[in-house]
C-alpha cells in the first residue's frame, strides 16, 4: 500500500501524469487526490485480476507502478518465471517506483552514507522515479543471489518484449533493471513528470 502522506506532491504529480488526477499540484493530499488515488488502486487490482499472483514484496512493488507499466512487470515476470525459475530459485521485483527523497538516499550510500555505491542517478533522474522502471532479484532457498548469469538471461526476455535492460547500459551496467521507456527520454520524462502531464500510453 502506497503511503502517499509521505510525499504528496510527488504522489499528485504521478497520478496526474498517469490520468486518475486533475487538479493543483500543490502537496495538499485532500479529498480530490483521495479520490484519484482510489481509482488507481482500483486500476491496478483489474490488472492484477489478469495475470499470475505474484509473492507479496513483488506485487507491492508492482502496484506502485504506472499502469502500463505494471502489465509489462507482470507479464516479463510471469515469463522469466516460466523460462528461468527452477531448483528451488525465484525471480522477484525488489524494487518500483521511488519518490524522489528515496531516490537521494539511495544515492547517498558509497558517497555520504556507509554503504556500496547502487546507484548514479540523484533524485529525479531515474524512470525510477517516473513508475516506469523496477529491479529484480534472484533468490534461491529463500537467500538473495547479487550477482548470477541468469540476469542477462532475464535481459534477454526483456528485450524481447520490447524493455530497456539495464545491463546494455555503458556507464553504468545494472543487469536487474528493466523500463519501458528509453533512458534517452529520461529529461522530457522528468519535464513532463513534474507539470503532471501524461508521457506514456
Do not use: C
Not at 522469466?80 to 518500483?96: D, E, Q, R
Not at 517506483?97 to 556507509?114: F, I, V
Amino acid at each position: 500500500m502506497i503511503n502517499y502522506d509521505d510525499d504528496p506532491l510527488f504522489w499528485q504529480r504521478f497520478l496526474e501524469s498517469a490520468g486518475f488526477y486533475h487538479g493543483a499540484l500543490d502537496g495538499d493530499f485532500g479529498q480530490q487526490s483521495h479520490v484519484a488515488a482510489e481509482a488507481f488502486e482500483a486500476r491496478s487490482a483489474e490488472i492484477a485480476k489478469t495475470s499470475v499472483i505474484f509473492d507479496i514484496r513483488t506485487e507491492s512493488n508492482i502496484q506502485t507502478l504506472h499502469p502500463t507499466a505494471q502489465l509489462k512487470a507482470r507479464i516479463f515476470l510471469r515469463d522469466v518465471t516460466a523460462k528461468l525459475a527452477a531448483n528451488s530459485l525465484a525471480f522477484k521485483i525488489i524494487s518500483g517506483t521511488r519518490t524522489y527523497e528515496e531516490q537521494n538516499e539511495l544515492y547517498a550510500l558509497g558517497r555520504t552514507r556507509p554503504g556500496k555505491i547502487v546507484t548514479k542517478a540523484r533524485g529525479g533522474y531515474s524512470n525510477h522515479n517516473f513508475g516506469v522502471a523496477w529491479d529484480i532479484g534472484i533468490f534461491k532457498n529463500g537467500e538473495y543471489i547479487e550477482e548470477s548469469e541468469l540476469y542477462k538471461s532475464a535481459g534477454v526476455i526483456g528485450k524481447q518484449q520490447g524493455l530497456e535492460w539495464g545491463g546494455d547500459w555503458e556507464s553504468f551496467q545494472d543487469e536487474p533493471h528493466f523500463q519501458v521507456v528509453a533512458e534517452t527520454q529520461l529529461s522530457e520524462i522528468r519535464t513532463s513528470f513534474e507539470k503532471g502531464r501524461s508521457f506514456i500510453v
